[in-house]
């Protein structure tokens, strides 16, 4: 696929949101031409959803949310080479997060150069409550 990480695909619309657990994470589809994705849903508290597409060393993404509630939607980005393994707790995911979007840092934005070949991972969750979003995702 020439073009894999360089266009997307509409995965959810509003009045439908796509249910993406951590431990099986949705794939974001590339359609010819298209170099965005809207991502729209909703999180309980202390749950998350993560999305997974693949994207190459130097290009360039952006990633922002709308929060459709409380402003309480973070987000976590992940770069190649992460797991997602079962605990107590729930799923935990483990590698290297993209600088300034780890757990814990409650990022609502990230821009940035890829820094790797390979699946990258979203991981949409909330800070406090539940909550509903639209994350847009551009990669270039």
């Not at 796509?18 to 508290?45: H, M, W, Y």
């Not at 991981?123 to 409550?129: A, F, Y």
Request: charged share 20%.
């Amino acid at each position: 696929m020439k073009h894999f990480a360089a266009v997307a695909v509409l995965l959810a619309s509003a009045a439908a949101p796509t249910k993406a657990s951590c431990d099986r994470p949705n794939q974001l589809r590339f359609a010819p031409g298209a170099t965005a994705a809207e991502i729209t849903g909703s999180v309980a508290r202390g749950e998350r959803e993560c999305f997974t597409f693949s994207a190459r060393t130097g290009q360039r993404m952006t990633v922002t949310q709308t929060d459709l509630g409380e402003g309480n939607i973070v987000l976590e980005l992940y770069r190649p080479r992460w797991t997602v393994v079962p605990s107590p707790d729930g799923t935990v995911v483990r590698g290297r997060a993209l600088e300034g979007a780890s757990e814990g840092s409650d990022a609502r934005e990230w821009s940035g150069r890829l820094p790797a070949t390979g699946a990258y991972l979203i991981v949409i969750g909330t800070s406090r409550g539940g909550g509903e979003y639209m994350v847009h995702v551009e990669v270039r």
